[in-house]
């Protein structure tokens, strides 16, 4: 599996970005995808996820009314829209997808300017 995320940039306080990531290659289901993020000098941290088969959706409590998930299967895309940015949402922002194994992105910067 093959992940390509785009969408960072830099933004000011209060701005919006929409992240895209993009699968390929998949030779098995999907179970899972979704955003995990990780700032200068800290680990990597979860964001929002969604559960194929159900479709529920999980948001880090930090970002839980700015950021949403949605997913396009037709395009095999998962998408971050990220509103009311804040300086502490700067980071290296990284799409996974569970199938047949963990699977990672190259990873996007998002830099939030105040």
């Known amino acids: 599996v093959q992940l390509q995320a785009s969408g960072g940039g830099l933004v000011q306080v209060g701005g919006s970005l929409r992240l895209s990531c993009t699968a390929s290659?998949?030779?098995?289901?999907?179970?899972?995808l979704g955003w995990f993020r990780q700032a200068p000098g800290k680990g990597r941290e979860f964001v929002a996820a969604?559960?194929?088969?159900?479709?529920?959706?999980s948001h880090a409590t930090s970002v839980t009314g700015r950021f949403s998930l949605s997913t396009d299967n037709a395009k095999n895309a998962v998408f971050l829209q990220m509103n009311s940015l804040k300086p502490e949402d700067t980071a290296v922002y990284y799409c996974?997808?569970?199938?047949?194994?963990?699977?990672w992105g190259q990873g996007t910067q998002v830099t939030v300017s105040s």
């Open positions: 969604i559960l194929q088969n159900s479709g529920a959706r």
């Open positions: 290659g998949r030779a098995f289901s999907t179970l899972a």
């Open positions: 996974y997808v569970v199938s047949g194994g963990l699977h």
